[in-house]
């Protein structure tokens, strides 16, 4: 079974970047869309960004030109680089391969404060 390692959150002020990065193994990586999520405190899981095995990239509309979802196959590994950040931003960000739905992993938690 796929096993998920997410890492990068921190607490950071309002404009301020991150990066995440979300380890993966036990699948064949470069051959699945792999997404991040988020989820804050008292409100649903929710899809942030998307990216496909050649690279190409969605967003939802709420992250739109802040935030930049990428990939590397030779690492197995999925990025989340987050610009101009929120306080509506903080939550626990997870990855997952939407495709397999695996196992969660413990996320990582952004919260932006100042």
């Known amino acids: 079974q796929g096993q998920l390692v997410e890492s990068g959150g921190a607490l950071v002020q309002p404009g301020g970047s991150l990066r995440l990065s979300c380890g993966v193994s036990?699948?064949?990586?470069?051959?699945?869309?792999m997404a991040w999520y988020r989820q804050a405190p008292g409100k649903q899981r929710e899809l942030v960004a998307t990216v496909d095995s050649s690279g190409s990239a969605y967003y939802v509309n709420f992250v739109k030109g802040r935030f930049a979802i990428s990939r590397d196959n030779a690492k197995n590994t999925v990025y989340l680089e987050m610009n101009s950040l929120k306080p509506e931003d903080t939550a626990v960000y997870y990855c997952n391969a939407p495709n397999l739905m695996l196992h969660w992993g413990q996320g990582t938690q952004v919260t932006v404060s100042s």
């Open positions: 036990g699948i064949l990586f470069r051959a699945y869309i």
